[in-house]
């Protein structure tokens, strides 16, 4: 693939998800078979069976550059795929409500050389209850790239490092960027005003762990039925 081979969601984001659709536009591996990161992939179609349901960690990163990315924030994503697809979003990092998980992600989040989270990380989450099955990597460059896609604001999305775990004030942009995919997911492929740029997505700031196909089939799948959405506070 590349976001970022190129690119999703997004995704959803499509980042998500294109998130975090394009990042979120993902069916994902487990946690024991995680794949190598890849970007995701530029305009394609897919065939691909895909899963009824896809538990999804997104994470926002400073700069996927840097040797030591700082965490920015870090939300969990439901993807259900029944005759009514839906989009599903809570936040994990930073966070009010929970504090202690925030703390604990806080403390062990960190990335191997190849830009994985390493084991200590993923062990936080199965320790604190919390079900993947894939997980997706995104900074500011990527977030940028999705932000004027979704909103068709040329603002730039910005990766501010909280000043605690309980420093939720930036949150606000996190929900602006999923609130202007889920709208856009929300109108026929045909009619949307803007089409993405997969071109803006780069390994060098969108990386996922997961594979081509199943991304591509989930994408596709979302994008055709106009996924119902839930944003948590």
Request: one cysteine or more.
């Amino acid at each position: 693939m590349s976001s970022k081979v190129r690119i999703f969601f997004l995704l959803v984001i499509c980042f998500l998800c294109a998130s975090l659709g394009g990042l979120l536009a993902l069916r994902l591996g487990s946690p024991s078979s995680a794949a190598t990161p890849t970007p995701l992939p530029p305009k394609a179609t897919s065939s691909a069976t895909v899963q009824e349901r896809t538990n999804l960690v997104i994470i926002q990163v400073n700069d996927l550059r840097d040797s030591s990315p700082r965490l920015v924030s870090m939300w969990y994503s439901i993807i259900l795929l029944k005759k009514q697809p839906s989009l599903t979003f809570k936040p994990l990092y930073p966070s009010q409500k929970d504090l202690s998980l925030a703390r604990d992600l806080q403390k062990n989040f960190s990335l191997n050389a190849d830009r994985q989270p390493k084991a200590g990380f993923l062990n936080t989450l199965q320790e604190n209850q919390i079900p993947w099955d894939a997980w997706l990597i995104f900074d500011s460059k990527s977030g940028t790239a999705l932000y004027r896609w979704a909103l068709g604001e040329s603002a730039a999305f910005t990766s501010q490092t909280p000043e605690s775990p309980r420093d939720t004030s930036h949150l606000d942009q996190d929900h602006s960027l999923l609130n202007g995919i889920c709208d856009m997911l929300s109108i026929p492929a045909q009619d949307r005003p803007r089409a993405f740029d997969w071109d803006l997505l780069t390994s060098d700031h969108f990386v996922t762990s997961v594979d081509l196909s199943s991304a591509l089939g989930l994408w596709h799948h979302l994008s055709d039925q106009s996924p119902r959405c839930k944003i948590h506070p």
